[in-house]
């Protein structure tokens, strides 16, 4: 699990420690650099969503499948955290399997770690994207994952405009007023999240919450594809 090392400007509050965090900013930008260039060239990073309903929440989060499905799986996660990339297939066959049979809805939100900047100004720019059509967020997803494997993702968001015919000074434009990123980091927060990939859920219209099976609470890292299967099969009403 990647730790979270960077937030949007309005989020960071200076204080004396500063110089420690900024010293392990670095250690841990540079060992996730490493890992990615490691991992490059590996095949799974590309997604299709283009078979699924998108759409995007009253709180800004982008959504795939039925909003009204009985459960929602909600993701925080980094295009550019190896753990994020190594969780990447399970979270898709996940989508594969349950959100285009209905039986749940699918939520990403993007919370910088490995990333750093680049992640905030690559998740506000998806954000752009996906406010005028959330379809081109999911497009933007699937994209910079490729990108991020392939050692790529630091002109993701340029590339991915060129990609989707989409003008890429209005899109700079939109960012610079975004806060897309800085709303996704304070739910992360109120829901505990220090880290990426993590995994909450959503049960109807209640708040997100923690995922507990078989006496077992999910509170970090990455939830396995066979518990999520679990948990929203025993979700499912009654017929």
């Given amino acids: 699990m990647s730790v979270a090392t960077a937030k949007p400007k309005s989020v960071a509050k200076p204080n004396n420690q500063t110089p420690l965090i900024i010293g392990a900013v670095v250690g841990v ?6 890992v990615l260039i490691a991992v490059s060239g590996q095949s799974g990073a590309t997604f299709d969503y ?25 993701e925080f996660a980094d295009p550019a955290c190896p753990a994020c990339q190594q969780y990447y297939p399970n979270i898709t066959q ?6 285009g049979t209905g039986k749940a809805a699918f939520e990403y939100r993007m919370f ?3 990333g750093g900047a680049m992640t905030v100004a690559a998740g506000e ?17 699937s994209s910079y994952n490729t990108l991020a494997q392939q050692g790529r993702y630091a002109d993701a968001p340029r590339t991915v405009a060129q990609e989707l015919g989409l003008n890429y000074a209005n899109l700079l434009e939109c960012q610079s007023s975004s806060s897309y990123i800085e709303e996704s980091v304070a739910l992360g927060e109120q829901l505990r999240i220090s880290g990426t990939p993590a995994v909450r859920i959503r049960y109807g219209d209640n708040a997100p919450t ?12 990455a939830v396995p594809l066979e518990i999520l299967r679990m948990v929203v099969d025993a979700a499912q009403p009654a017929s």
């Fill in 125 to 141: 720019i998806a954000a752009c994207m996906g406010n005028e059509n959330p379809a081109h967020f999911w497009a933007a997803l």
């Fill in 50 to 74: 283009s078979a699924f309903t998108a759409s995007q929440s009253s709180d800004g989060g982008f959504m795939l499948g039925n909003p009204n499905a009985p459960v929602t799986i909600i």
């Fill in 29 to 34: 930008a540079a060992l996730a650099l490493i």
């Fill in 210 to 221: 923690l995922i507990t099976w078989a006496g077992q609470t999910y509170d970090r890292g």
């Fill in 112 to 114: 910088p770690t490995a």
């Fill in 94 to 99: 996940f989508i594969s399997e349950y959100v």
